[in-house]
């Protein structure tokens, strides 16, 4: 079963539902007791990575998740789900994250390098590069496009947590992982076939109880 | 790159599809729902639902429409019309809608765009802006109430003002070209595009698929939007898509 973590924040609907059309059993809560029973975690979201954290700590949910990723369990962020898991983010005031990965939430400059403006949010659907293609995330999936929506994007040095990246301006983590920790920048569940296969890929390896990059 | 997208636009009054949609193999072609997979199906980027339901009991068969279309829709969509309130905004987007858009109620309280960025991210605000060209303001004038209402807002102005306020996007609509299916509004769209910095879907005037390669290659349009051209099936979103593809516009 998964445990998708409901702190308040983000289209937790259609995670829910995309998970019920491929099958996955899954629970909907912010109780921590509850999402302990599950053997894999979700951390859905969208809004501000300060509004995000600061709940995250009144629901006493972040020292859970990081006992859970201590235990190796598998954990899926999306969106800013993703962007929590790293250290943290220059959004509303530099914030501590949850420090599962090496990297910064920076905003999209606006600016190319040759000087090119360009829009932000980085809204709609741009087509995924393969960094590990073996990866067990990308089972079954293609270098196709998937649908983002993002102002800030995460800006690391850790070439190897790196699955996927897009390519907005200059390069766009797109899925990350190390071990039991995965997230994607863009949303799966908008994602029409790929994030659907996405999921299921994710279902997978929490069904199979093992951990990642293992 | 991120791709143009092409958003497809269906009326709901009701809760039903209205406009007189054309399809055969449907089963009920007034079935938002039904609709929706069609789009999807098609290889549409997104889809807007407009409530245009007159009556409270309309709207909250809205939400039952949006639940539902959730359960079954792998992309994105956003829901306008009556959106007046956080409230409102909250029980749309609770519902399993990826964005709102505000129109009347963005002029009549613009706070509202800030209230509802804060609250679920400028990502989740669109701005939907009627403009019509006024020779007298030498520019474009903003219209609330389905394009009835004349206020004293000049386009670039107003989408500044809304940005500025927390819009993630602007829907703008050209009431000079919406329904003369002669091709989207190139001057309208790009003075937009250059007073802000956030994505702009180009509507009203899209006739035939060379229009949508008309407004990605004349302006900086990052999606463009139609509703009767792909509802009386004069083209279809897959075709359109191929024909883009052909002339060299990025699409999914």
């Not at chain 1, 979700?42 to 809004?47: A, D, H, N």
């Not at chain 1, 983590?173 to 076939?193: D, L, M, W, Y």
Request: charged share 25%; with cysteine; hydrophobic share 40%.
């Amino acid at each position: 079963m998964i445990g998708i973590i409901d702190y308040g924040m983000g289209n937790l609907h259609s995670v829910s539902k995309a998970l019920e059309r491929l099958d996955l059993s899954y629970v909907l809560t912010e109780d921590t007791e509850e999402l302990a029973k599950a053997d894999g975690l979700i951390l859905p979201g969208v809004g501000s990575f300060h509004d995000a954290m600061n709940i995250l700590k009144e629901k006493k949910q972040v020292d859970f998740i990081k006992q859970w990723v201590a235990d190796g369990k598998p954990l899926l962020g999306i969106c800013l789900g993703m962007q929590l898991l790293f250290d943290g983010s220059e959004e509303n005031g530099d914030t501590e994250g949850l420090g599962f990965l090496p990297g910064y939430a920076r905003l999209f400059p606006g600016k190319s390098e040759k000087d090119v403006s360009y829009k932000v949010p980085h809204m709609g659907w741009n087509k995924l590069q393969f960094k590990q293609p073996d990866h067990a995330m990308l089972t079954n999936i293609e270098e196709g496009h998937v649908y983002f929506v993002h102002s800030y994007v995460m800006r690391t040095d850790a070439k190897d947590i790196l699955l996927a990246t897009a390519d907005y301006f200059g390069e766009v983590p797109a899925i990350v992982g190390k071990k039991n920790v995965i997230g994607t920048q863009f949303h799966p569940e908008k994602s029409s076939r790929i994030g659907m296969q996405l999921l299921e890929n994710f279902g997978k390896m929490v069904a199979e109880g093992r951990n990642i990059n293992e | 790159m991120i791709t143009k997208r092409i958003i497809p636009c269906l009326d709901v009054k009701e809760g039903r599809v209205v406009k007189g949609v054309q399809f055969v193999g449907l089963r009920d072609a007034g079935d938002p729902v039904e609709l929706s997979t069609f789009y999807d199906e098609q290889g549409a980027d997104e889809l807007v639902f407009l409530d245009i339901s007159a009556s409270h009991e309309g709207r909250k068969t809205m939400v039952e429409v949006v639940k539902e279309v959730a359960g079954t829709l792998a992309i994105p969509f956003t829901v306008g019309g009556g959106i007046h309130s956080v409230d409102d905004m909250r029980t749309i987007l609770r519902a399993g809608a990826d964005k709102v858009s505000l129109n009347t109620a963005a002029v009549k309280r613009p706070e509202l765009i800030r209230e509802g960025a804060d609250y679920f991210g400028v990502q989740c605000m669109v701005v939907a802006i009627d403009a019509k060209y006024d020779e007298e303001l030498g520019s474009w004038r903003i219209y609330t109430h389905g394009g009835r209402t004349p206020t004293d807002w000049e386009v670039t102005d107003w989408a500044k003002e809304v940005v500025r306020r927390g819009a993630g996007e602007i829907l703008l609509t050209s009431m000079d070209q919406d329904g003369a299916k002669n091709g989207f509004d190139m001057g309208l769209t790009e003075t937009v595009n250059n007073a802000v910095s956030v994505p702009v879907i180009a509507s009203g005037g899209a006739g035939a698929k060379e229009d949508f390669v008309d407004v990605f290659e004349k302006t900086r349009a990052d999606a463009a939007l139609a509703a009767s051209i792909f509802h009386y099936k004069e083209t279809s979103v897959e075709e359109v898509k191929k024909y883009l593809r052909e002339k060299g516009v990025r699409v999914r």
